[in-house]
């Protein structure tokens, strides 16, 4: 048994997430938990909202609620989806969590005592109206190289040339609209990044085993060269700064969202119930014990592999560095962007209302975006629910379960003996079984998902090839085994199937009173797990587990969220 800590990249506070947000990091890394506690290991899984930063005090500010409330609230919404995809994070912690605070201020100090924060006086734009700093794409105005006239202080987005906020014709806040604004000089923090890339490249040298996504986009950050970074900001919401003379600062919050993985886990042990002891620091701590393997899009890659690691490193203290970072591309939405801001694509209090979360997480495994971007499109999505789900899984349970019930009762039938076509299944199952199971040992979504279906694909075609309505007319025994067999196969499809769709899987144990115990997954092999439930052993026939999308429904679909729009903008 080992100890396996799981963290998935924190969603942003700002609204609920879309389909790309989940199997980007969520979703994946709660397969890899799932699977990784089915065999035995002992699996720690965190996430946390991301809640500092500007991005939260506009959506705030433009909901009108005080940040902390909207944040508080915002949380509890994405809480509750997360538990409605049955995620199971063993803690779903707050970056402004006191834990956070804490250590956030613990890991600037152990900087700056090694020498690696060095002061400095910036020029920053100052908001009068609004009475506070503005970040530069915050700022708004015309574009002095094109004439655009909502050009950003950091870009314009016509003509994509970058700018300094002082470029601006015709400035003004793009909070409140306010041209008064003036330039003032004002205190930072940075993180000397420079003196820590040989430490940061070392190691990154030593992670010979990670994906050519992840490695390559960390190598072409360092090739590039680190700068300087800032790591306060003058906001108000915030990890304030436990330093003199900077009252009314907070840190940046990219310094402080990775921390928050040690904060929620400090989190999780802090809300251990009565008589539960929960040891926070053996997970982070001298933890050589400890597999520590990250998901993430690959936007947040540079940040965990460099910005994130050189935190840890510059603090000197033994704090756990990541073994494995798994890597995700996009997933586009007809083949264009998902977009929070635009509300484009299908975000997932949509997903849910439409279908349970088994055909999303199903299709989202099946389509992960692992090496290249993967396109939705409503009609992709109902084809492969259709043909797997409905048609292959669930039809064979199904189809089995009833033809059982009608003909021997709601119970395994008993006689007859195992023959040569049992033998070959069980074989068969095997070694796809042993494929799956590497599959998502190696955390290979695409693979496993096509491994899973396989496994589905081997138990239709044994039923269909040896006939068990035509057997049951001329030779009782010989339908007996074949359903007997049967019965064991969708047996095995509800203990391996529970990574990927947890709450089928747990709804067919149920039918079929399986108890499989503290580790839910097969112990011995084929053979043997064809024969667990024994003749006499009482089902009840569940109603059918999937039902299928018809076309009506994909065009009302993608009359309802655009989709059709959106693929004639995408070509
Ligand atoms: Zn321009």
């Given at each position: 048994m080992a100890k396996v800590l799981v963290t998935s990249a924190l969603p942003y506070i700002n609204g609920i997430k879309h389909l790309g947000n989940l199997i980007g990091s969520m979703l994946s890394a709660d397969v890899y938990a799932r699977f990784m506690r089915a065999t035995g290991n002992e699996v720690l899984f965190i996430c946390a909202t991301d809640e500092h930063g500007t991005p939260a005090e506009i959506a705030a500010h433009e909901a009108g609620l005080p940040v902390e409330q909207y944040c508080r609230e915002q949380h509890e919404i994405q809480a509750r989806i997360y538990r409605d995809f049955a995620l199971s994070f063993d803690y779903f912690g707050r970056s402004s969590s006191p834990q956070n605070h804490e250590l956030t201020n613990h890991f600037y100090h152990r900087l700056d005592d090694a020498g690696f924060i060095e002061e400095r006086e910036i020029a920053q734009v100052y908001s009068i109206d609004d009475g506070r700093f503005l970040p530069d794409r915050y700022i708004t105005g015309t574009c002095p190289h094109c004439g655009y006239g909502n050009a950003r202080g950091d870009q314009c987005e016509n003509c994509t040339r970058l700018l300094e906020p002082t470029d601006l014709i015709d400035a003004r806040s793009a909070i409140s609209g306010s041209r008064n604004l003036e330039v003032?000089?004002?205190?930072?923090?940075?993180?000397?990044?420079?003196?820590?890339?040989?430490?940061?490249?070392?190691?990154?040298?030593?992670?010979?085993?990670?994906?050519?996504?992840?490695?390559?986009?960390?190598?072409?950050?360092?090739k590039e060269g680190l700068q300087d970074r800032g790591i306060t900001r003058d906001l108000k919401w915030g990890i304030p700064v436990d330093r003199p003379g900077f009252d009314g600062k907070v840190f940046y919050v990219w310094f402080d969202a990775p921390i928050e993985y040690i904060g929620a886990t400090k989190e999780w042990a802090d809300?251990?119930?009565?008589?539960?002891?929960?040891?926070?620091?053996?997970?982070?701590?001298?933890?050589a014990d400890v597999r520590y393997v990250e998901f993430m899009a690959k936007d947040n890659v540079p940040f965990h592999t460099v910005s994130f690691p050189a935190t840890i490193l510059g603090s000197g203290e033994n704090w756990k560095l990541v073994n494995y970072i798994k890597g995700f591309s996009w997933l586009t939405f007809y083949g264009g962007k998902f977009s929070t801001s635009q509300r484009r694509g299908i975000f997932l209090d949509q997903a849910l209302a439409e279908y349970p979360s088994d055909y999303w997480r199903y299709w989202l495994v099946a389509n992960a975006p692992e090496t290249d971007d993967s396109s939705f499109t409503f009609s992709g999505f109902a084809g492969v629910c259709n043909k797997d789900l409905a048609d292959t899984f669930g039809n064979f349970v199904n189809r089995t379960l009833?033809?059982?019930?009608?003909?021997?009762?709601?119970?395994?039938p008993a006689g007859g003996e195992d023959g040569p076509m049992e033998a070959e299944l069980a074989a068969n199952l095997q070694s796809v079984l042993d494929r799956y199971t590497a599959s998502l040992a190696a955390m290979q979504l695409r693979r496993a998902a096509a491994d899973l279906r396989e496994l589905w694909v081997l138990g239709n075609v044994y039923v269909d090839r040896s006939a068990p309505w035509t057997q049951i007319k001329t030779d009782r025994d010989r339908a007996a085994v074949i359903l007997r067999t049967a019965i064991n196969l969708i047996r095995l499809y509800a203990i391996v199937g529970s990574p990927i769709i947890p709450d089928t899987c747990a709804r067919l144990r149920q039918a079929l009173a399986v108890d499989v115990?503290?580790?839910?997954?097969?112990?011995?092999?084929?053979?043997?797990?064809?024969?667990?439930?024994?003749?006499g052993h009482a089902f009840t026939v569940p109603p059918p587990l999937f039902k299928k999308i018809t076309p009506e429904e994909i065009a009302d679909l993608s009359a309802r969220y655009g989709g059709e729009e959106a693929g004639e903008a995408a070509a």
């Open positions: 003032r000089q004002t205190k930072h923090l940075f993180l000397k990044l420079p003196e820590l890339a040989d430490r940061v490249e070392e190691w990154i040298d030593s992670r010979n085993d990670w994906p050519l996504l992840v490695s390559s986009i960390a190598k072409a950050w360092l809300s251990a119930p009565p008589g539960e002891t929960r040891d926070w620091k053996s997970w982070w701590f001298d933890a009833r033809f059982c019930s009608a003909r021997f009762g709601d119970a395994v115990g503290e580790y839910p997954w097969l112990t011995q092999m084929a053979p043997v797990e064809l024969q667990r439930l024994s003749p």
